[in-house]
């Protein structure tokens, strides 16, 4: 029986880590892509967990049939995962929102809440029911908590693995959750088992759980996919869905309407095809084209198929075109789904296709390039944001040749001028100002173009040279034509595009704070949820010196309400808990934005950076476990954890700042992984080591061990909620990698200062 319930509590931590990850990337689809959502999806989790692990610890203690109602809620947790994954594919349909349109703030934050409020309370509900039934057969101590949460923390370990290299590659998320779903109920059944002989209740749940593992299996072999594909024809409503598959990247969407094909990325539509926005290409492509005196080898960073490669080749002096594409899944659909257009461009002898990152192309590459164009045409995640930064401006620098040009494009608008676009191009501008001598911008509305180079040909060039390379060239266009290039090349426009962004933002765009994201995110909440634009605005006023304020103002509260306390221990220890799991969320948001700024494919590798953190989680809570009954001071240890995780978060931007440059320049990539996964394994180790400890200090003074276990662990998760909302809001896009870590320690700092000013700290957890 030990080891069914062993077993057991893996499973918990295992259901745990893969319900999040599944929901997380279907969440993460309807999102947009958008990895600020991470943060809220994750705080979200988190605060129910901790109201369901609250509510229920006083149940769990009371409660005569701990196994059966554990059962009982473990199959509902299985039933309401199912039922999550499909509400979430039909969000924007219940929403009435449309496809391809960007849900704002708000809506992700309480839809979001809503899809995970039944499948996270029960999780929640089983880690007290976990400690009581653990304690039925093993000795009912302060350890008890800590062993739970330790084993707990392995099976997340597993899941984070099988996730990766298992789930996310071969099933769809209902396969998934189906065979999930069958694992716990039969690790159900086997915990009923001895109890067969009991009573009339015990009998009939048995009977009821085989009935249901038949049903599961049945649902897995049968029925799964069929509920998968019914879902996408519900998600993607009136609309013909011909494919539907993630990939290592994110998801991909294909829609068919007689003969037109439009190829989603993540719900934004990202390639047109065999009739594309002629409007935008033409400029995107023929009005840089023609700056260049001689264009012979250009390069194009993702979404070049489907136009822009076929525009490009009308150039006569085009010799070579490098097309990088990320996601190998996007070409292999566009040669599945072929037009005369994508057959055209992507068999020419002229271009070369890369599988692989842009950034990384241009970093291991030696070559040298007349013109860069860049298909990504905003920052609107730190996947494209990363392709907005100071860092890659200087490594396109490198690339080009002597008038070489550098080609993005952003939002605009000639009519509605709100303060967010504003920001949004006057921040990317100024960025592109930091490395290049030359800009030039042309405003449009829908897309603002901008041309880059350390040349005085984008700067220099008159509007009759264009049109008469557009004629030597022999261009056929249908909007690119002697009149509007006359209008779009007209002098005013620059004149124009420099009051439009006169006294906004001058801030700089980095890989490490992603600006150019906040101001992204900003606008788009200002178009969709234009009440609560106010708040973004008071977001982007927060710096440092505002969080140092507010931590010597919290401490100034606390010295005034100590004296009228007594044992003021019993808050404190939960509050010191709280600020870990607010670090310990940070920590994990840090190392899944820094990831993500970096490789840009932070869509498979969620769950091995997870699992890594939850692997240092469960080998701090093992280590303290197993020696925390030969301390003689347990706040002493508990207070040198705390100044560990002060030092770790101050050291981190150092490490990877350091990294970035070192690693980077030698190209020693897998090395940089291998980083990620260790400090990730630091943090959890820190993180994880104070749990057991402070259940421990707590409990001396506690007759509950499930309300022990109940409070300390709500406030880990509550900490974690307020984490997650703020540091994937405001801290990490508004602060930065640094400033984040800064925060974390100056939260820490307030609890540690909390504990070691308590006159009577010296007889908490102390060995009589």
Known sequence: MKKIIFIAILAMGFSGLVAQILLLRELLIVFSGNELCIGIILANWLILEAFGCFFFSGAAEKSKNKLEIFTIITISFSFFLLLAIFSTRILKAVMGISIGESISFLPMFYSSFLILLPVSILHGALFPFTCQIYSLFYSQDASSAGRVYVY??????????????????????FQASSGLALLNLTICLFLLAPYWKAGLF?????????????????????????????SIKAQWRNQNAVHYQNSQYGNICVIENQGQYIFFQDGIPNIITPVPDMHFIEEFVHLPLLVHPEPEKLLILSAGAGGMINEALKHPSVERIEYAELDSLILDLLRKFSTELTKSELNDRRVEIKHMDGRLLLKTSQDKYDLILLGSLEPSSLQTNRFFTKEFFLLVKERLNKEGILVIGLPGSLTYQNKELKNLNSCIYHTLKSVFSNIRVIPGDGTNLFLASN????????????????????????????????????????NWFSSFIEKSSHKINYDFKPLGLFYSISHWNALYAPSIRWLFRQFEKINLWIIALLAAIFLLFYSFIRSKITRFHRV??????????????????????TFQSIYGYVFSWIGLLMASFMAGAACGAMILTTVMDRLKNCIIFYIKIEIAIICFAVGCPFIFHIAHIYLGAMKVLFLFKLLFLVISFIGGLLIGSQFPLANKIYSLNSSSLSRTAGLLYASDLLGGWIGGVAGAVV????????????????????????ITTQPDRHQWGVKK
């Not at 923390?153 to 990766?164: D, H, L």
């Not at 600020?579 to 940070?586: E, N, V």
């Not at 602060?735 to 974390?744: F, N």
């Open 455 to 494: 040349s005085g040909y984008i700067s220099t060039f008159e509007k009759i040279r264009i049109i008469e390379r557009l004629n030597q060239r022999k261009i056929k266009a249908e909007v690119i034509v002697p009149w509007r290039i006359e209008n779009k090349l007209h002098y005013g426009w620059q």
């Open 731 to 754: 801290i990490l896009p508004v602060l930065g990698l640094t400033g984040a870590c800064i925060t974390v320690g100056l939260v820490k700092l307030t609890s540690l200062i909390v």
């Open 152 to 173: 707990e923390t392995v099976g997340t370990i597993i899941a984070g693995i099988v996730c990766t290299y298992l789930f996310i590659p071969y099933l769809n998320s």
């Open 202 to 230: 015990q009998k009939t749940t048995l009977v009821i759980l085989s009935g249901l593992i038949f049903f599961s299996g049945y649902l897995i072999y049968s029925q799964a996919d069929k509920l998968h594909h019914y």
């Open 572 to 593: 404190s220890i939960p509050f010191s808990i709280i600020t870990t799991g607010f670090a310990g969320m940070i920590f994990d948001l840090m190392l899944i934005f």
